[in-house]
Each structure stands twice: as C-alpha cells, then as structure tokens.
C-alpha cells in the first residue's frame, strides 16, 4: 500500500515510521523546504502526560504514557529520564495547589527536597510538585535523526511540494496540523527563548506557575535551555 504523509512535522515523521515498519511503502510531502520551521521545530520536548493532563482531555495523558517509551525504542539515547519540577513563588502557593489538584503521578516535595532535585535553586522556592515519570529529549535533534532513520528505510521526502497537489496514493494522512483547518485541534500560542547560562545547570524541565504567565525552562547540552 502507498501511503502519503502530509506534514513533516513530529506527528508526520512517526506516523511514517509506524506505517513503514508495517510494510507501507511511505512517503512524507512538506511545504517547507527543508526539515524543521514548523511547531515541532519550537517545541519544548517535554513528554510530561502528567503535567499536561491540568490543562488537556485525558486520552493526553493516557496515550502520552508511553511516549517517553516509544522515543527511547525508536532513538535509544535521546531520552532523558528525570522527571518534572513544578514550583511557584510563595506569592502564587495557590497555583501550585490548583495545578496538584488538576493533576495526578507527582508527590510535594519541600524546600530541601527542591534543592536537592535542582541545587541551582537551592533556597529560592519553598514548595514544588515532583513528577518522577516524564522526560525529555530535544524535538530538533530527535527530528532530524528520525529523518534519517526513516530516510534509510527507503521513506520518500518531498520538501518544497504543494501537498494539495500530490496524487497517485492508496491512503493519505494529514499532519499538517493547524493548515488541516481539523477542528478537533486545539491551538496553543507560546513564545520561545533559547538561552544559555553557564553558571546554571539544570538536570529537568522546571515548570514555573504563574496566574497570567505561566513558564518553563528545558535544559539542552552545554547549559542551554
């Protein structure tokens, strides 16, 4: 069976994987001209089902159980397993109770208990949410070795294709996202900042809760995050 996969963004590339472990004979169209410059590209890379379980539907959570899993069997070594750490300035303490409140796998930690997950934050903040089962990988890096993999599997890219164009397949899967026009899909709006701190490290994602502005940091390779 040919398939054609629109959109070769995150949910692009693994649904061709899948597909083409099962024996389709897969190819990915993407508007852009070369890989990344799509929301994939600017996202955080947290696989945290828990933590985006106070905002999302349950089947979020449910199906995201397993993602940390799948990355690690797909790119063995792109995973970071170290949980979560939720915290809030004491101003805003009923955040973080309105967050444990809408969300489940996490357990309080203290003061010390923060400084010992993350000494870099040692004193600042005197309550968090621990939650010990998410992870964490680089979408950029793990993309483009995705792409790779699949590319030596004999997937087809076509980068710079008007996908409304592109015909002669058995099936046809949409991920192109938000361009789907799909109203089962809800748009979140973020801004991105990459930063680097040499002074600071970090071994998680830190979700900081805010009432207007929530934040939260991810820590790459030589103290970016």
Not at 29 to 45: Q, R, V, Y
Not at 121 to 135: K, N, Q, T, V
Request: aromatic share 6%.
């Amino acid at each position: 069976m040919r398939v054609l996969v629109k959109g070769a963004g995150v949910a692009g590339i693994t649904a061709a994987f899948e597909l083409a472990t099962r024996g389709a004979t897969v190819t990915v169209a993407e508007i852009t001209h070369t890989l990344g410059g799509n929301a994939s590209w600017f996202a955080g890379g947290m696989l945290a089902p828990w933590c985006e379980r106070e905002s999302a539907e349950q089947p979020v959570l449910d199906l995201g159980r397993d993602a940390a899993d799948w990355w690690d069997a797909v790119l063995p070594g792109h995973v970071t397993r170290a949980g979560t750490l939720v915290v809030a300035a004491p101003r805003d303490a009923g955040e973080l109770d309105r967050f444990a409140s809408r969300t489940s796998g996490h357990r309080r930690v203290d003061e010390d208990q923060v400084a010992r997950l993350e000494p870099d934050l040692a004193g600042r903040f005197r309550r968090g949410l621990f939650f010990p089962g998410e992870a964490h990988l680089d979408p950029r890096e793990a993309m483009a070795r995705l792409h790779d993999r699949l590319a030596a599997m004999g997937v087809a890219f076509r980068f710079g294709s008007d996908i409304r164009q592109v015909s002669g397949f058995d099936r046809r899967i949409d991920c192109t996202g938000m361009a789907a026009v799909d109203d089962r899909l809800r748009g979140v709006r973020g801004e991105m900042l990459i930063l680097r701190a040499p002074d600071v490290s970090l071994s998680r994602p830190v979700r900081l809760l805010h009432p207007r502005f929530p934040l939260y940091i991810v820590p790459r390779a030589d103290h970016r995050s």
